[in-house]
């Protein structure tokens, strides 16, 4: 599949290459269009510790010469890509070496949330690492019974947050079953975020999810300079296009690297609904 021309070609839509140029000129085009972005350099659940160094090397090179393209833009990443289910004590100095460079560029990480087997470890860590030398922001996902707590206390420490619904297959025990709820949810912490947290991201391609959070910064008079909402890259162009017309921030999940193969079917079958949602834009 990775070889595959036609393949490629598919997931050329969704992904922005293979190597790092190819990740900044896609990055340029989307700054030309007034969008911010975000690049992940995929990759998750390394075997080793080699391996998780070098993933760390190339988010280094990565946030220098998005500085030097002058790129308006920030990183993403998983912390089993830098070694958690390896060394926790590896895996944080990665991670420190990262938010320490980009602390003293003046840029941002992003932690990504994974599934719920690693929530406390990762909130555990964006804490630390904030304290430290801020730079760094975690990500909550909605569908989650304890995103609420989480969030009040990621506000509490002024430590950015970005909002999704969450793509992994959790049990009724830990996460909302029926969408219903997880819309419901969502737009409570939307609201939540947008009167305690700064500078909060709202990542949805959901129109009712961004209706509602415009209406709650605008009954509230908050500015829209004051959060961003944030989309996939190559997912509702349409209404990427119709935020930024509005006004908006807008940033894009840019995901690069030869590992988009496994990226993809990952999140089809961490929640088969997600393939229906792919296929629906690919025809789109």
Same mark, same amino acid.
């Given at each position: ?9 598919? @997931? ?12 900044? @000129?896609?990055?340029r085009r ?34 220098? *010469?998005?500085?030097? $393209? ?8 998983? +912390?089993?890509? %830098?070694?958690?289910?390896?060394? !926790?004590? @590896?895996?944080?100095?990665?991670? *420190? ?7 003293? &560029?003046g840029n %941002? ?18 804490? =630390? ?8 922001? @975690? ?8 995103? #609420?707590?989480?969030?009040?206390? &990621? ?19 830990? $996460? ?9 949810? %969502? ?7 947008? /009167? ?6 709202? $990542?949805?391609? /959901? ?7 415009? !209406?709650? $910064? ?5 500015? #829209?300079?004051?959060? *961003? ?16 017309? =509005? ?19 990952? #999140? +089809?079958? *961490? ?5 229906l949602f792919?296929? #629906?834009?690919? %025809?789109?």
């Amino acid at each position: 599949m990775e070889t595959s021309r036609l393949a490629r070609r598919m @997931a050329a839509r969704f992904v922005a290459g293979d190597t790092l140029p190819e990740a900044l @000129a896609v990055s340029r085009r989307i700054n030309s269009e007034t969008i911010l972005v975000t690049l992940d350099h995929l990759g998750e659940n390394t075997s080793s510790l080699e391996e998780a160094a070098a993933y760390r090397d190339a988010y280094l090179l990565t946030l220098t *010469e998005m500085v030097h $393209a002058g790129i308006q833009g920030n990183v993403s990443l998983k +912390l089993t890509q %830098f070694g958690l289910d390896l060394s !926790e004590r @590896a895996c944080r100095a990665n991670v *420190e070496e990262l938010v320490g460079r980009a602390a003293g &560029l003046g840029n %941002f990480v992003r932690v990504d949330m994974e599934s719920s087997a690693y929530t406390d470890r990762t909130l555990a860590m964006v804490r =630390d690492l904030h304290a430290a030398h801020g730079a760094v922001g @975690a990500v909550i996902q909605a569908y989650l019974y304890r995103s #609420r707590a989480d969030i009040e206390d &990621l506000a509490r420490r002024q430590i950015r947050v970005r909002l999704c619904k969450g793509a992994y297959l959790e049990p009724p025990s830990v $996460a909302f079953r029926r969408k219903s709820e997880v819309d419901r949810n %969502f737009i409570a912490l939307t609201q939540l975020l947008l /009167d305690t947290a700064p500078y909060p991201a709202i $990542a949805t391609h /959901d129109p009712r999810m961004i209706d509602a959070a415009r !209406e709650h $910064a605008a009954k509230r008079g908050i500015p #829209r300079a004051a959060f *961003e909402f944030q989309m996939l890259y190559g997912i509702r162009r349409d209404l990427q296009r119709q935020l930024v017309k =509005d006004g908006y921030r807008l940033r894009l999940y840019v995901p690069f690297g030869p590992a988009w193969y496994p990226y993809f079917m990952r #999140r +089809l079958a *961490e929640r088969p609904a997600n393939m229906l949602f792919l296929a #629906r834009h690919l %025809f789109r």
